[in-house]
């Protein structure tokens, strides 16, 4: 099954830009989303189709996906960013569909 | 404007079986796949499979066969997850979550989440 990889934790200090990676074999051919969760809460998607921002979410937050690596970048990092960010894929290509969540990657806020 | 809203967190023994609830609003609800995600504590996100509201069949993913069971009440705009047969391990937080489409495959709203706790 297809394997998403993203680092455990990125620290940032305020007002600068946070990078966060999602890596998968060949995952550019894929759309990769991308979501926030805070301690307690339920994710809220931040990204979708690699770049898209639903309404509501600054635009601060971007991403881009390319070659082997998905990014979400994090620009003007402020101290409510700080959470857990999860990239997501769907693939489709088979006959069963499925869902696959990278690890997760802690944001801290310097 | 779309809610999700899950029942309440549960305490249930080894053994026993629990019913998780998710009670959608403010969109048609058999428009949209239904998907369940597990968080185990302190771990990342799972997800379990989903079900169509359309034709009521139920996908899921590998790990979640056997004594997980999705279904639905489309009259009253609910989606439930059966867990029989629990085990310690299966303590988690338990999210439902809207896929856009199936075309898109990212989740645009989720429930709150429920607890549930297995415990002696």
């Known amino acids: 099954s297809y394997v998403l990889t993203q680092p455990p934790s990125v620290s940032v200090a305020p007002g600068k830009t946070a990078r966060i990676t999602c890596g998968g074999n060949n995952i550019g051919s894929k759309s990769v989303h991308w979501y926030q969760q805070k301690p307690g809460q339920a994710p809220v998607l931040v990204i979708y189709?690699?770049?898209d921002r639903p309404s509501g979410i600054p635009e601060r937050f971007s991403g881009s996906n390319s070659g082997n690596t998905a990014t979400l970048t994090i620009s003007r990092v402020e101290a409510g960013d700080e959470a857990d960010y999860y990239c997501?894929?769907?693939?489709?290509?088979?006959?069963?569909?499925?869902?696959?969540f990278g690890g997760g990657t802690k944001l801290t806020v310097l | 404007q779309v809610q999700l809203v899950q029942s309440g967190s549960e305490l249930k023994k080894p053994g026993a079986s629990v019913k998780v609830s998710c009670k959608a609003s403010?969109?048609?609800?058999?428009?949209?796949?239904m998907n369940w995600v597990r968080q185990a504590p302190g771990q990342g996100l799972e997800w379990m499979g989903w079900i169509n509201t359309n034709t009521g069949n139920p996908t899921y993913a590998q790990g979640f066969t056997g004594r997980f069971v999705f279904s639905l009440d489309t009259s009253v705009s609910t989606a439930y997850l059966q867990i029989s047969s629990l085990k310690a391990e299966d303590t988690a937080v338990y999210y439902c979550a809207r896929m856009y489409s199936s075309s898109s495959g990212y989740f645009d709203y989720w429930g709150q989440g429920t607890l549930v706790t297995v415990s002696s």
């Open positions: 403010g969109y048609t609800f058999t428009s949209y796949a």
């Open positions: 189709y690699d770049s």
């Open positions: 997501q894929v769907w693939d489709s290509s088979s006959d069963h569909p499925y869902v696959v």
